[in-house]
């Protein structure tokens, strides 16, 4: 295995010399919620806490689910989740990234203090999402994505699946950039899982140095996956389960890490910290 990426950072946000580590604060009713939603506001801020503790060095915060057959919620359900909770952790000087497909979303997070917008469709879902990034100087995630998660799966079709998500991630830098977001506030991100099957995110992650083609840091999202789950599968063909994945995707972290990734985004932020800091102490940079 060699390192095959550059070093890149992102105007704007941490800059480390080591991949940076995104730690997911999802404020979904399958989240947090056994009650009100001041409660749920709470516990998501304070598991925030907990993942900066951690080692997370940005948060993650998103009010909708993305899982394949998932339904949307309002959008002022989503404003109502995760707004509140990105005040507060951002009032504590802490970098916050929203996950959202929703322009209206990504402007009142910004508002809130968050400093990255991660939209899973890179601006397909929602195109005024991008004149709001450009118009707040805020930096921006363009993830690889075709159709909603109602419908993904049905889009999981590819000659080539490499050649087809990089062609078509660059359809969406340069619309980013053709709406004002300058090409050193951009991250790129595989998108695994998003219109994808198990082999497309294996093939995916062995050519992710391919994905450098673009020029831009490369954010991998591989956590609780169910290409995971269906890998460990038991002698029945039962999925691993959901919460039972981290081993092997801390091995993910691991290798994306030593291939000189930008980002991962994970749920559970110490395992995958500590891998990073080995592959960091292994090339001898601490
Ligand atoms: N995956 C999910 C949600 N947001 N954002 C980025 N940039 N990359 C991803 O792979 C990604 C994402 C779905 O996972 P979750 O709902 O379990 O957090």
């Known amino acids: ?16 010399s080591r991949p940076l580590i995104m730690g997911v604060v999802n404020v979904t009713p399958d989240s947090f919620s056994d009650g009100g939603r001041h409660h ?53 000087r802490i970098a916050v990234s929203v996950d959202t497909m929703r322009s209206e979303v990504a402007a009142a997070a910004l508002a809130a203090g968050a400093v990255l917008v991660n939209d899973v469709s890179g601006g397909l879902a929602d195109p005024a999402i991008l004149r709001v990034v450009a118009d707040a100087g805020a930096a921006f995630v363009v993830m690889h994505w075709r159709a909603h998660a109602a419908e993904m799966q049905r889009h999981a079709t590819y000659q080539d699946v490499v050649a087809e998500v990089v062609d078509e991630l660059r359809r969406r830098v ?27 995110n294996w093939e995916l992650l062995r050519r992710l140095a391919d994905l450098d083609a673009l020029g831009l840091p490369i954010l991998v999202g591989s956590s609780r996956k169910s290409f995971l789950g269906s890998l460990l599968a038991d002698a029945g063909g039962h999925p691993r389960h959901v919460l039972d994945r981290e081993d092997a995707n801390v091995a993910l972290t691991t290798i994306a890490a030593m291939q000189g990734v930008w980002g991962v985004r994970v749920h559970e932020v110490r395992a995958s910290a500590d891998a990073v800091a080995v592959v960091d102490r292994w090339r001898g940079k601490r």
């Open 174 to 200: 340069d619309a980013a950039v053709a709406a004002g977001v300058p090409a050193e506030r951009l991250v790129v991100d595989p998108g695994l899982g998003f219109a994808k099957t198990a082999e497309h």
């Open 1 to 16: 295995m060699t390192t095959s990426l550059p070093l890149r950072h992102v105007a704007g946000l941490p800059a480390v």
């Open 40 to 92: 749920d506001t709470e516990a998501a801020v304070r598991h925030g806490y907990d993942l900066r503790e951690e080692g997370a060095d940005l948060l993650d915060i998103g009010g909708e689910s993305t899982r394949p057959g998932a339904t949307r919620p309002l959008v002022a359900e989503e404003l109502d989740r995760v707004v509140p909770v990105i005040r507060s952790l951002a009032a504590d």
